[in-house]
Structure formats: C-alpha cells, structure tokens
C-alpha cells in the first residue's frame, strides 16, 4: 500500500521527465533574456505557442521571464500551483510533451531544493499571474542521476495560477457520531493519530462502506484532484496493520486517480477537514493478488484525515 499512495510530492511527474533532483550549481545565474532564442507567443492563462530556433538545442539551462504578472510574489517555500506547457528541444521536430492547458488540471509544484537550480531561481523572479520560461538541459541533472543517452532538453512554459494554502494538521470539524460496525475508531484530539482497531468477528461488506467521524468545512473533494491525507491501513478481522502516513511522520500526497478504486469512490465529495473511516472490499482494494504482505482477498480498513485537496 505504502508504494501504491507514495506519490513524489515535490514536482509533478512531467517535471521528473525533464530533470529530476537538484541542481549541481552550474546554472546559478541562469541567462535570461531570449539567449537561447526560444521565443513564447500568446496570452497567460491560454496554452502557448513556442517557436524554437534552428540548429542545435541549447545545452546550458537557463529561464527568462516572459510575463511578470501582477499578484504577490513567488517565494521559496511556496507551493506555487501552474499551468504549464513542455517540449522536447531536440532540434527536430520539438514536439509538445504535455500540457496542463489539455488536462484542464493545473500542477502544484513545491519551490525547495528539490527543484533544479534554475527553477527556484526562475520562479522567484515571478509574481501570481506571470509567466515563466524555463529551459532544461541535462546539467541540470544532478551528478549520478544521469542517463545514457541524454535526455533531450526541456523546455517549460509556466504560467503562475496562484499558491497552494498549507495542508491542514489534522481533521477539523464537528464529530458526526457514525461508526462502522465492526471498527472501532479513537480519537485522542489535537493532532495525533487516531486509533484503529479491525480485530472482529463480524463479517465484512461486500460493498464500499464510508462512514465520516468528523465533517470538514472545506470544499469537496473531486476526482481529479491531488489530495494531502493522514491515514492508516488495517486488514479487516485481523488487525494487522500494513500502512501509516501517521506513524512515518508526514502526509501522504497523491492524484486520487491514481489510487486503488475504494480510495477513489470513497473520498470524492468529502469535504477537506474531514475523518473517514472505510471499509473497502477486494474488488475494490487488490482483488486476488497479495500486495506487499496484504493477503489475497482482503477487506481493506483505512481511517483518513483529508488534509487538503487541489
């Protein structure tokens, strides 16, 4: 289960094709400007039109702001949520990666260290409403990290939607008094884990069962969103637990379609703040494959804290 929901939550999967971990220094300083003469055509908040020059592809990574927007400005630490649009520069056909402009799902990308030099740099030249040009060459893969052959350069058009508000701590809301027969569910307050006890005689359902413990306040959830979630993981009747963002110290963040099917019928249209508690059946969980020490056929017991969603 833990491999199933650890999704990275630093940069967005497109971004990790481009170049994934840090910088090594060589693009501190990065050119702005319009060297490398990749040129941006059209409005921010509408997919862009890039035209590449010819001959070779650049080989140094740098940004340029193209747009410098009007709203607050972009700080490191910020999870700053973007439209943005990448190209493989290869010199050839420079065909289009992917675009959230298609998607119609704007990504949510963390401005630390684990982003290359030349994007933490980039984005904190930017304001909310701006938009970024960001070119990847393979020195902004950090040493070790690289591929034979290299990858083709990147080439990012990035336009500033806004921040993410931090993920809630905890569950906050008014406790509802459901229960699931069965489970038992404590609450020991503030921001520590609840307890979940699976240890029954009473037979599962055969269908999903979603109880909320405690109703959040926040917008609800939809399907193709990135949630922020608590949670822990028992099998139904045993009490063995197999799964727990709480006891590894820090939330689990994922798309919820890419999570088992009772994760994704259970939590669209719960409202963020809230504790659920469910009881998930193996048609919905991991059918009759053993997953990671969870038995074939087992009912799934999961109680979920939904932290934030975007």
Not at 18 to 23: E, K, M, N, Q
Not at 24 to 34: H, L, P, Q, V, Y
């Amino acid at each position: 289960m833990r491999r199933a929901l650890a999704v990275l939550a630093a940069v967005p999967l497109i971004l990790l094709a481009a170049a994934c971990g840090s910088d090594d220094g060589s693009t501190t300083g990065a050119t702005t400007g319009g060297a490398t003469g990749v040129k941006v055509a059209g409005n921010v908040g509408a997919k862009p039109t890039v035209t590449f020059p010819a001959g070779s592809p650049a080989t140094k990574s740098s940004y340029e702001v193209i747009q410098p927007g009007n709203g607050p400005v972009v700080k490191s630490g910020d999870r700053v949520v973007v439209n943005l649009t990448v190209y493989n520069w290869d010199g050839k056909g420079n065909a289009v990666q992917g675009s959230s402009y298609d998607t119609k799902t704007p990504e949510t990308i963390p401005v630390d260290e684990q982003l290359p030099q030349v994007l933490q740099e980039g984005f904190t030249k930017v304001k909310h409403g701006g938009r970024l040009l960001a070119v990847l060459a393979n020195d902004s893969v950090a040493p070790g990290q690289q591929t034979a052959p290299n990858e083709p350069t990147k080439v990012f058009v990035l336009d500033v939607v806004g921040t993410q508000p931090a993920p809630l701590k905890a569950a906050t809301g008014k406790e509802t008094g459901e229960s699931l027969k069965g489970v038992k569910v404590g609450d020991p307050g503030g921001e520590k884990a609840p307890t979940l006890t699976t240890k029954t005689d009473a037979k599962p359902d055969k269908k999903l069962v979603v109880k909320t413990l405690i109703q959040g306040t926040g917008p609800k959830v939809t399907a193709n969103q990135t949630l922020t979630v608590h949670y822990t993981g028992k099998i139904w009747g045993t009490d063995k637990q197999f799964d727990s963002s709480w006891e590894r110290g820090q939330p689990a963040e994922f798309p919820l379609s890419g999570v088992i099917q009772g994760w994704q019928q259970g939590l669209a249209g719960v409202p963020v703040g809230s504790r659920v508690v469910m009881s998930i059946p193996p048609d919905l969980g991991y059918g009759s494959q053993e997953q990671n020490g969870i038995p074939a056929n087992s009912t799934l017991v999961f109680v979920v804290d939904v932290l934030a969603a975007y």
